[in-house]
């Protein structure tokens, strides 16, 4: 397979089959690792731009219980274990609130599964949110979630989500998504939903309209086959209804979590499988319009060389980040948009304030 040849196709419109995905996101070279870059680069010039996009959104970590203990994740913990904590009505109120204050608009709970919500908890939990915060995005749920509720209350997952929705659910997160493999699943997050459950709950909601994200959690010891079928599986949804709103590729931080300690998973991606699995993903996903590079989780100088290689988005300013920073990722809460700014104006690009459904709002100002 020649490299030059199969970029210049792609950037001409070809669709990169799985087999071209693996052959470029399995370079060493730096001619050829950057070559990809380039590429990945061009397709992003064509395809968005040369804006940078963020949103000003808050985390809001409701509760750290979670019935899964993912072998990946320093955050969750089981029900009755030390440190363990479950937000009620005035907390998730009080921090809604101070996300309104700071002109957020998008409110993301980032919480563990725990084992006593129901359906009715989501929908409370949404509920508060809105009271504190009227109007923003409640970018909430993810199809683990959705099912898991909708088992225990013997009701479908479309149910569910019209509940949700009901409720004031603005967009599902793609999360718990990690690697579509079920193998990898077994061993990374083995009572999680899985690949089958996690697809047909994500179709459903975009067919109902119900728009998400879609993530891929990278580096946990899965191989380059399991990353490159993962974002196939995540183009083939896209296909049919168009619902993701943008890729989120999560770099495992290993540091404090069991499945490194255990000796089950290298210490995360490298610098070089950061940049391809974002550059790849670029030329690959030839449906989905924007790719997030996570700046908590691969830190400010890495986010900077990802956005010269296909990424077009910084995500959001986050304000806490307790999962990321729990997995040992100690910078990880808070981005300010004047740092963002600077990033995208030393690449030559202007930072946009942007809805969650990339809407967008205002040019943000170099401060
Ligand atoms: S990754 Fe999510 S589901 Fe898994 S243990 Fe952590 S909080 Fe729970």
């Excluded at 718990?176 to 999680?192: F, G, H, M, N, T």
Aim: charged residues 25%.
């Amino acid at each position: 397979m020649d490299r030059a040849t199969l970029l210049d196709d792609t950037l001409a419109g070809h669709r990169l089959t799985e087999e071209e995905g693996r052959f470029l996101m399995t370079a060493t070279s730096g001619r050829d690792v950057f070559a990809i870059a380039a590429a990945a680069d061009e397709c992003r010039r064509k395809r968005v731009g040369d804006r940078v996009t963020f949103v000003r959104n808050q985390n809001l970590h409701v509760t750290n219980v979670c019935k899964n203990t993912c072998g990946f994740c320093g955050f969750g913990r089981p029900l009755g274990a030390p440190g363990t904590y479950c937000f009620g009505r005035e907390e998730v109120r009080r921090k809604a609130a101070l996300a309104r204050d700071r002109r957020v608009t998008e409110v993301c709970p980032l919480s563990g599964v725990h084992p006593d919500f129901t359906v009715d908890s989501y929908v409370d939990l949404i509920t508060w949110i809105l009271e504190g915060a009227p109007g923003v995005d409640v970018h909430f749920c993810s199809p683990e979630e959705v099912s898991y509720v909708a088992k225990k209350a013997g009701i479908s997952t479309a149910e569910v989500l019209e509940r949700l929705r009901s409720a004031g659910l603005g967009t599902l997160q793609g999360t718990a998504a990690e690697i579509l493999d079920d193998e990898v699943r077994q061993v990374i997050c083995p009572k999680k939903c899985d690949t089958a459950t996690w697809l047909r709950v994500i179709r459903e909601a975009h067919a109902m309209g119900i728009r998400s994200t879609a993530t891929i959690m990278y580096g946990a010891g899965e191989t380059v086959a399991h990353r490159v079928r993962h974002l196939a599986l995540l183009r083939e949804v896209q296909d049919e209804h168009g619902g993701f709103t943008e890729l989120v590729p999560l770099s495992y931080i290993h540091q404090n979590t069991a499945l490194f300690r255990a000796g089950r998973a290298p210490p995360g991606a490298t610098g070089r499988e950061d940049l391809l699995l974002v550059a790849v993903a670029r030329l690959f996903l030839d449906n989905i319009d924007h790719v997030q590079v996570s700046w908590g989780k691969v830190g400010p100088k890495m986010a900077s060389l990802l956005l010269l290689a296909g990424g077009d988005d910084l995500g959001g300013t986050m304000y806490e980040d307790e999962v990321t920073v729990d997995a040992g990722a100690e910078e990880a809460s808070y981005m300010d948009p004047g740092a963002m700014a600077r990033l995208a104006a030393d690449l030559g690009r202007t930072l946009w304030q942007r809805s969650t459904t990339y809407e967008l709002l205002r040019e943000a100002p170099l401060s």
